[in-house]
């Protein structure tokens, strides 16, 4: 059953114009760049979307698992399609609510850059490796802030940098209410204790409301569209899944959640949704975690292929970076790409600390580049991923 605005906040969306939207003009970047000016053409977060859409990993979206790994099926999401579901969503929500469109759209198309291959299976083995090697964490969040921010410094508002590390679509909250965020120094102090300690990055917030339509469409974009791929691929069926208020499949959860997101959050300073719809949230998420994540497939593709693979070419590379071995890819498709695109940087991104080189390598990489340089450095290994092929 799809839900419609009540005509008490239709009129109010056509009446009323709430002025919580946050102003381009008060933008902050991290260097004082007379080519980074807002002007008639351009606004300060259009130039982060036109950054962003530049930056040279964009086009790794497009393969890149979203939840379904190890299929050759062109009907399953990718994060280049995830990216652009959370944009529409979020764009919906926040015309509504009368927000910023292009701070949102800015957050929206770069809050997943910094994924690794493989989805969140990948994120975890990429995360217990990199721990065990340097005591700091890997979140893709807080990577994808530092893709656009150290790895390519392209100069982005701290607005947007700032929602896109608060993005964490795997912890839903009743109510997000924004907490300030001052300055860069503020936000880095952030970003250091998101390496280091435990669990601090479910801590934060976004500093603006459009940070936290973007962190909700997350949940909404993939709630349902998860469900369709794992019914389309066979590893789950309709009857998996309960209906709810929210309705059980896609297109009934994203009407029904932005109706009712719209509905409680109308004119405040914070989103909400109501107690009915978010406890059927939280149990259609429940619901996908075991029928679709945690599933046994998924853990034994993660433990028994995904992160061997993984620990060994984090090894093999890490040993070539140390060695200066000039003629590995890590040199020849990561350092010398990234160092000729030319960006103007306070030192020599080789300089770098090596394991955090190798993470950035590692995490940059679609599914079937992490495949083919696998087999290229490892010709006779055992451990093989086979994909199921559009007539298996």
Do not use: W
């Amino acid at each position: 059953m799809y839900q419609e605005l009540s005509d008490k906040i239709k009129n109010k969306i056509k009446n009323e114009k709430p002025n919580l939207s946050f102003a381009d003009e008060n933008a902050i970047r991290r260097i004082d760049n007379a080519h980074d000016y807002a002007n008639e053409l351009r606004s300060n977060f259009i130039r982060d979307i036109d950054k962003i859409m530049n930056c040279p990993f964009f086009p790794r979206y497009a393969d890149k698992t979203q939840v379904l790994s190890f299929y050759k099926n062109d009907d399953i999401t990718h994060r280049s399609m995830h990216i652009q579901f959370v944009s529409r969503i979020a764009r919906t929500i926040g015309k509504a609510l009368n927000l910023n469109l292009e701070l949102i759209e800015a957050i929206a198309i770069g809050h997943d850059i910094g994924h690794t291959p493989f989805g969140h299976s990948g994120e975890y083995a990429l995360d217990e490796i990199y721990y065990v090697k340097t005591k700091k964490h890997f979140y893709h969040n807080l990577h994808s802030v530092r893709v656009l921010d150290k790895i390519f410094p392209l100069n982005l508002t701290l607005q947007t940098l700032d929602g896109i590390l608060c993005h964490d679509g795997e912890l839903e909250l009743n109510e997000y209410h924004p907490s300030p965020l001052k300055d860069f120094d503020e936000f880095d102090k952030r970003l250091e204790n998101c390496y280091k300690k435990e669990g601090y990055i479910k801590t934060l917030s976004p500093c603006t409301l459009e940070g936290a339509v973007v962190r909700i469409s997350d949940i909404i974009a993939y709630l349902g569209k998860d469900r369709q791929d794992a019914i389309k691929t066979n590893n789950a069926s309709d009857s998996d899944f309960t209906d709810s208020v929210i309705g059980s499949f896609n297109a009934e959860i994203i009407n029904n959640l932005t109706v009712n997101l719209i509905e409680n959050s109308f004119g405040k300073d914070y989103l909400c949704l109501d107690k009915e719809h978010f406890t059927a949230l939280q149990e259609a998420k429940r619901q996908n975690y075991q029928k679709i994540y945690y599933n046994n497939k998924t853990k034994n593709q993660t433990e028994k292929i995904l992160f061997p693979m993984m620990s060994r070419l984090f090894d093999k590379l890490l040993e070539d970076l140390k060695n200066n071995k000039k003629d590995s890819p890590i040199f020849t498709h990561h350092i010398d790409y990234v160092n000729s695109q030319h960006y103007s940087r306070k030192y020599e991104y080789e300089k770098m600390m090596p394991e955090d080189i190798v993470v950035d390598y590692i995490a940059s990489m679609t599914d079937d580049y992490f495949i083919d340089l696998y087999n290229h450095l490892f010709k006779d290994d055992k451990i093989q991923i086979q994909y199921k092929g559009y007539f298996d």
